[in-house]
């Protein structure tokens, strides 16, 4: 899982500035319709996430504890939850919003892949 998280934390951070970029035109393109969505105001909360988590990954890749698997799970998950939510015609979000949240799924595993190798160390 060390390679995973840090393979993830780096796409997490370059989707992270094309999110931003997205965002903002949609935002942009948001105010000029005047159609009330918030699509590009979502995604700039989506893109802060992908930023927070993807730090959280790299550096939490090599601990044994649980403190960095279950922020990278509350950041990626805060960031599916607002993409899902929120995208209304901003189209994009709903696919980085589920990259948030295969982030957040796969730290989950990694919580769990932890718990069974600490428990076969304690057994030896």
Known sequence: MKTWKLVSGILSIVLCLIVLFQSCAAGLSNTLEGNGEV???AGVI????????????????KGTGKGGNIAAIVLFGIGALFG???????????????????CAA????SII????S?????EE
Do not use: H, P
């Open 113 to 116: 892949r932890n718990n069974k």
């Open 46 to 61: 989506v893109a802060i996430m992908l930023l927070a988590g993807g730090i959280v990954s790299i550096v939490a890749r």
């Open 39 to 41: 699509g590009g105001s």
């Open 84 to 102: 899902f939510t929120l995208a209304g015609s901003y189209g994009d979000l709903v696919i980085w919003a589920f990259w948030c949240l295969i």
């Open 118 to 122: 600490l428990k076969n160390q304690e």
């Open 106 to 109: 796969l730290s989950v595993i």
